[in-house]
Structure formats: C-alpha cells, structure tokens
T-cell receptor, first 118, second 114 residues
Framework: GAVVSQHPSWVICKSGTSVKIECRSL??????MFWYRQFPKQSLMLMATSNEGSKATYEQGVEKDKFLINHASLTLSTLTVTSAHPEDSSFYIC??????????????FGPGTRLTVL | GENVEQHPSTLSVQEGDSAVIKCTYSDSASNYFPWYKQELGKRPQLIIDIRSNVGEKKDQRIAVTLNKTAKHFSLHITETQPEDSAVYFC?????????????FGKGTHLIIQP
C-alpha cells in the first residue's frame, strides 16, 4: 500500500513553454501532497504544500504564479511550470500524506519527474 | 522556519565497519525525524524514522538516536555492505495538524569500500 506515482517520468521542453506534472496516490486518499525540487547533487527543497480543495501554500522564494499547483481530488495533484526556462531544469518530486500516515507525518514519495528546459 | 544541518557531506568506510551520520535541527517544536536513502535518479526511500517521544529506535543494522535537549539526531549503520552506498538525507518536520512538509539536510554521500 501507499503507492505514489508521477507522470511523466521525464520531459524535455523548449524555453517559454509550460509543463504539467501529475502526482497520484494510487491506493489511498491523500489529504495533503507536497512538491519538492532537487537540483543535481543537492538536497530536496520543499516548494509548496497542496491540500485538496484549497489553495496551495508556497515556501518563501517560490513563485506561485510560475509554479501552479492544483489539488483537484484526494488522489491527484498537479504542478504546472509556466513559461519554463533552463534554470527550472530540475528533478521534481511529489509526496503524499494520507490515511494512516496523517497521524505520523510519514510521507510517501513519487518516483520524480526530470524536467529539462532547452 | 526549520533549519537542518547534516554532517559529513561525504563518508567513506570499509565494508563491515559502522557509519554514523549526524544532523542538528533548529526548531524545538519539530517532532518527526525521518532518514531517507536515495540512489541516483530515484525517489527517496524511508529507511527509519523517530518521533520526539522516543530516544532511540533500531531496525536490524540501522538505528537512529534523538537528543531533544541538544536538538540533534544521528543515523547509525552497522556491518556496512556495498549496497549501503547511496546518498542519505535526514529531515525534520514541524507539527502543524499532521500535514507538514519536510526540511531536509544537505545529504551525506556514503561510500562503502570493498
């Protein structure tokens, strides 16, 4: 149980285009999902917290108009990188909190999406 | 906000020896401390976690200790094996209704020398 998927696993796009990344909890309902970004050889940095049916909470320094987050259902959150630029190239990883893990803070991570902006 | 420091950044040990990775955190309200193992290009894998009401936890070759007073926690791996080679991250979570993002340390690249 507690499987989280992401789609796509990798994407290459041109500068200026928008890219949507999906994060799904496959066998549980996720009350909260998180989006992290990881640059090469660096740590994971929390970008935003997404709660179903409400606006996402963004970490300081993360542009909410550039990284659009939608948590439309208890099993799906999407991250859209708008007007992507080469500096947005990174590994984007989502995690989900839900079910029995809510009381324990344990997060279940997706496999990540490698974004390359040319 | 929370700040997590992790040391060392690189750790090389002989196969069979023990490895210790240390982390400190800044927010005394943090109450959940997981450790993750990440292989290149893959998702972080939870290997052990500890909550603030516990001082030590062990799972086979892996143990974690927590000192709330000093605000530091450590990962101990005994009898290291080549497959333990990876990047390890500590993290801390602040209380907030059970829905908190994690603040990660910068990671430790563990190298097990055969």
């Amino acid at each position: 149980g507690a499987v989280v998927s992401q789609h796509p696993s990798w994407v290459i796009c041109k500068s200026g285009t928008s890219v949507k990344i999906e994060c799904r909890s496959l066998d549980f309902q996720a009350t909260t999902m998180f989006w992290y970004r990881q640059f090469p050889k660096q740590s994971l940095m929390l970008m935003a917290t997404s709660n179903e049916g409400s606006k996402a909470t963004y970490e300081q320094g993360v542009e909410k108009d550039k990284f659009l987050i939608n948590h439309a259902s208890l099993t799906l959150s999407t991250l859209t990188v708008t007007s992507a630029h080469p500096e947005d190239s990174s590994f984007y990883i989502c995690s989900a909190l839900g079910g029995r893990s809510v009381s324990y803070n344990e997060q279940f991570f997706g496999p990540g999406t490698r974004l390359t902006v040319l | 906000g929370e700040n997590v420091e992790q040391h060392p950044s690189t750790l090389s040990v002989q196969e069979g020896d023990s490895a210790v990775i240390k982390c400190t955190y800044s927010d005394s309200a943090s109450n959940y401390f997981p450790w993750y193992k990440q292989e290149l290009g893959k998702r972080p894998q939870l290997i052990i976690d500890i909550r603030s009401n516990v001082g030590e936890k062990k799972d086979q070759r892996i143990a974690v200790t927590l000192n709330k007073t000093a605000k530091h926690f450590s990962l101990h791996i005994t009898e290291t094996q080549p497959e333990d080679s990876a990047v390890y991250f500590c993290a801390a979570s602040e209380p907030g209704g059970g829905a908190d993002g994690l603040t990660f340390g910068k990671g430790t690249h563990l190298i097990i020398q055969p």
